[in-house]
């Protein structure tokens, strides 16, 4: 079974700095998705980046980036010109291309307070 | 509007009332799932069902039951809500296809608050 881990229940961050998210996973499979999912205080769950196993290249959505390192099972959130509104609960999630492995799983969570 | 709809989104309850939080989907999606989101531990899934009258076991089943009689609609039971069971909750679909068609895969509802006192 896969398993994704969250070290950092919680992160701080100036406004307009640069904040760092780190998740790991485990898994056997060598084909599969790595979502980074925001959750504000209105409990919505909103997808930020997700980066697919077998593209190298790093996935970039404005201010937020991946660093994904395969080998190393690794898939960090770079958020940029940190704002306010950036505030809020991230999680890490992974979930199998295999037809019947439709799961979503979850890490931890990472609070990250946004000071101005 | 592409959405999943989750209801209601605030419960309060006694231990031992049955309850039912509803989910419908309008998205054709085959697989819907179950979530519940606790402090610390993330969102673990309780239930899923890969198509109609096709459900399974997730991770923290217990407690729980759910149907799936018709492909939009997904909802989760309490038969007899503890205190244990206070939590958020999340219903969520997707494609089951393995390759993702689209950059969001998964769609959430806008969860459930319960509380069972």
């Known amino acids: 079974a896969q398993t994704v881990t969250q070290s950092q229940p919680e992160m701080s961050v100036q406004e307009a700095e640069t904040v760092t998210l780190s998740c790991t996973y485990d898994?056997?499979?060598?084909?599969?998705?790595l979502f980074w999912y925001k959750q504000p205080p209105s409990r919505q769950m909103i997808l930020v980046i997700r980066?697919?196993?077998?593209?190298?290249q790093n996935a970039t959505e404005n201010r937020f980036s991946v660093n994904f390192q395969k080998a190393a099972k690794s898939f960090s959130l770079k958020i940029s010109d940190s704002q306010l509104g950036d505030a809020a609960m991230y999680f890490c999630?992974?979930?199998?291309?295999?037809?019947?492995?439709?799961?979503?799983?979850f890490g931890e969570g990472t609070q990250l307070t946004v000071n101005p | 509007e592409a959405q999943v709809t989750q209801n209601p989104r605030y419960l309060i309850t006694v231990t031992g009332k049955k309850l039912t939080v509803t989910c419908s989907q309008n998205?054709?999606?085959?697989?819907m799932s179950w979530y519940r989101q606790d402090p610390g531990l993330g969102l673990r899934q309780i239930y899923y069902?890969?198509?109609?009258?096709?459900?399974d076991k997730g991770d923290v089943p217990e407690g729980y039951k759910v149907s799936r009689k018709e492909k939009r609609n997904f909802p989760l039971i309490l038969e007899s809500p503890s205190p244990n069971q206070t939590s958020l909750y999340f219903c969520?679909?997707?494609?089951?296809?393995?390759?993702?068609?689209?950059?969001?895969?998964?769609?959430f509802g806008s969860g459930t608050r319960l509380t069972v006192v």
């Open positions: 969520a679909s997707s494609p089951s296809s393995g390759r993702l068609r689209d950059n969001y895969g998964y769609t």
């Open positions: 898994t056997s499979e060598s084909d599969y998705y």
């Open positions: 980066q697919e196993a077998y593209k190298q």
């Open positions: 999630a992974y979930r199998s291309v295999q037809t019947s492995g439709s799961r979503l799983t």
């Open positions: 998205m054709n999606h085959e697989y």
């Open positions: 069902s890969m198509n109609v009258e096709a459900t």
